[in-house]
Structure formats: C-alpha cells, structure tokens
C-alpha cells in the first residue's frame, strides 16, 4: 500500500520562508511531486524530484532523499497569494500517483 | 487548448441513481485517472487508465466503473451511487506533470 504523511496545517508570515515536509512509504517509487490547490480549484503542479537532491523553481524549491523516504517543499518570500493547500504525490509503478492529506498554508501579514 | 474537460460540473442524485461523468482531454497524453477528493482526505486514486484499452484499481474503486473510451476520453459510472460517494471528482492526465480537470461536484442523497 501506499502512505504519505504531511503537516495539516502551517502559518506563516508574508515575506518569510516556509518548509512542508512530506514522509512516505510505498511499495514503487519513481519520484515525488508537489501539487498546490487553491479553495475550490484544480490541483497544478510546482515542482517533481526523481533523484535525491534540490530541485529549483523561482521560490519554490523541493528536495528528496529516497533513502530517508523524506521530501519537502520550501516556499521563499510569501506571499499572501500562496495561500493554499499543498500535496506531496508519489509516482509509483505503472505510472500511478498517489497523493498525501494535504497540507493548509495559511499567509499571514 | 482546453486542456482536461470534465463535465457535469456539478450533479446532485438520488440513492441508487446511476450516472457517468465524463472526462477528456486535448494534450494526446496516454494515461489518465479519476481521483475522488474529501475533506481531510487528499486526493485518492479511484481508477487510472495507462493507455488507451487498459484500465487499472486505484485505492478506492469500489462502486465504480470506468471505461477508456479512446485516448482522449476517459469515463467514470457510478451504477448505484451511496451518500458515501459524495464526493469532489477530478480528471487527470498525464504528460510530465499531472494535469487536471476543473472538478464534478456530486452530491448524493
């Protein structure tokens, strides 16, 4: 079976740094997303580690290590439109993608 | 582009009513899923098609069914629908990144 573990809620101040962790167990893995979801709205995609390391996208960054079945996102200068719910998903085999309960950022002044 | 299409957007049934909530997408990609989102839940994988005339079990795919129609088009039965299938559904393919659809909001009474 498949098990992602997220913080459900986080808060943090605009202009900060913020980190959500995502710990996993899984019988296949190929690589770990993250997906940002606003009230009401579609799941879109930041950011897909297949490696262990640091991956960058703007100010957003995500990291894997696969022998510690730990990833996290990291969020740089918030902003209140981060505001939002964010979900670390695992690719296994077959191409299936399994998702976590989700973490609730909220952006404070 | 359109992207992902999913249609009704918004449905409301009867105990043991059945219905078919259409999903297609434009992108020529060869896999694509049906996840059901709950409060707290995340997203979980009902069903997942990895090309066109396969079909697979996702985590919850009791009560329903699926049909991959062709590549574009990839749909999901609901034969006798519960309250417990109240439910947000969302479409997705697959291309690099999860792409999903807008969401059906079903409501069963």
């Known amino acids: 079976g498949q098990s992602l573990e997220q913080p459900s809620e986080v808060t943090a101040v605009e202009g900060a740094i913020v980190q959500i962790n995502c710990t996993y167990q899984t019988s296949g893995f190929y690589g770990l997303s993250w997906y940002q979801q606003h009230d009401g709205g579609a799941p879109t995609f930041l950011s897909y580690?297949?490696?262990?390391g640091l991956e960058e996208t703007g100010r957003f960054s995500s990291f894997l290590s696969r022998s510690d079945s730990y990833g996290y996102l990291l969020l740089q200068e918030l902003q209140m439109k981060d505001s939002a719910s964010y979900f670390c998903?695992?690719?296994?085999?077959?191409?299936?993608?399994?998702f976590g309960t989700g973490t609730s950022l909220t952006v404070i002044p | 582009n359109a992207g992902v299409t999913q249609t009704p957007k918004f449905q409301v049934l009867k105990t043991g009513q059945s219905m078919t909530l259409q999903c297609a997408q434009d992108m020529n990609h060869n896999s694509m899923y049906w996840y059901r989102q709950d409060p707290g839940m995340g997203l979980r994988l009902i069903y997942y098609s990895a090309s066109e005339g396969t079909t697979d079990k996702g985590e919850v795919p009791n009560g329903y069914n699926v049909s991959r129609l062709n590549k574009r088009e990839f749909s999901l039965r609901l034969e006798s629908a519960a309250p417990s299938q109240t439910s947000v559904y969302f479409c997705?393919?697959?291309?690099?990144?999860?792409?999903f659809g807008e969401g059906s909001r079903l409501t069963v009474l």
């Open positions: 998903a695992v690719r296994g085999t077959g191409n299936q993608f399994y």
């Open positions: 997705a393919s697959w291309g690099g990144e999860l792409f």
């Open positions: 580690n297949g490696l262990d």
